[in-house]
C-alpha cells in the first residue's frame, strides 16, 4: 500500500475490508483513535480541500481513484484501523438495515435523500414513502445529544404521521 511507504507506518492489522466513514461508534476508552484519525486527516487528507464537514462529501475528493489519498475521510479512517491497536468490530450491511433479517442496530440513510434534507409530505405526494431509517432518525434526532431544535423534531414526526397517510393512498407503481 502506497499510504505505508508515503506515510514512513507500520501497520498494526490487515484490513479485509475498506471501511466506510458514514458511520462510526467508539468506544469512551478508545477515544484516542479520533486523535489518530484527526491526526492522519490534518496531515495527509486534508492539503488540498479543507475538511470541515461543510458541503457535498464529494467536494473532498482529491484527484482520481489511484491516488493515495482519493477521499480524504474514509483512506485516512482506513489508515488509522490499520495503525489503531486496540480491537475493531466490524457491523454488515444487515446492522445497517440494508438487507431483512438481522437486527438493525445502526440504520443508515444512503444517498442523497437523507432524512434531515426530506420533505416527506411531498415526498409521499410522488409515491416515495417514509421508510424506516428515516423514522429511526426522527426518533432519536434530539436524545440522547439533541441534533436540532425541539420544535424542528416534533415538527418532523407530525410530518412523518401524514406522510405515512398520504402514503397508504398513493403509491409509486
Known amino acids: 500500500m502506497r499510504w505505508l511507504e508515503m506515510t514512513g507506518c507500520l501497520a ?8 466506510n466513514s458514514g458511520f462510526l ?3 469512551y476508552s478508545d477515544l484516542d483513535f479520533l486523535d489518530l484519525w484527526i491526526d492522519l486527516i490534518d496531515k ?5 480541500v479543507a475538511i470541515n464537514g461543510k458541503g457535498d462529501i464529494s467536494d473532498w475528493r482529491i484527484g482520481g481513484r489511484w491516488n493515495s489519498i482519493f477521499s480524504p475521510n474514509q483512506d485516512t479512517l482506513n489508515m488509522a484501523l490499520m495503525l489503531f491497536e486496540k480491537s475493531i ?4 450491511p444487515d446492522a445497517m438495515g440494508f438487507v431483512e433479517g438481522g437486527v438493525r442496530l445502526i440504520p443508515h440513510a444512503i444517498g442523497k435523500n437523507k432524512p434531515w434534507r426530506r420533505n416527506f409530505i411531498a415526498d409521499a405526494f410522488k409515491g416515495k414513502p417514509v421508510r424506516l431509517v428515516d423514522i ?5 434526532a434530539n436524545y440522547p445529544c439533541p441534533a436540532f431544535k425541539k ?4 415538527y418532523k414526526r407530525i410530518e412523518l404521521k401524514l406522510s405515512k397517510l398520504i402514503s397508504r393512498i398513493i403509491r409509486k407503481t
Do not use: H, M, P, Q
Not at 468490530?89 to 454488515?92: A, E, H, I, N, W
Open 12 to 19: 498494526k492489522r490487515d484490513l479485509e475490508i475498506y471501511f
Open 44 to 48: 495527509y487528507g486534508a492539503n488540498d
Open 136 to 140: 429511526l432518525f426522527w426518533r432519536y
Open 25 to 27: 461508534s467508539i468506544n
Open 89 to 92: 468490530v466490524t457491523l454488515g
Open 151 to 154: 420544535g424542528k423534531c416534533s
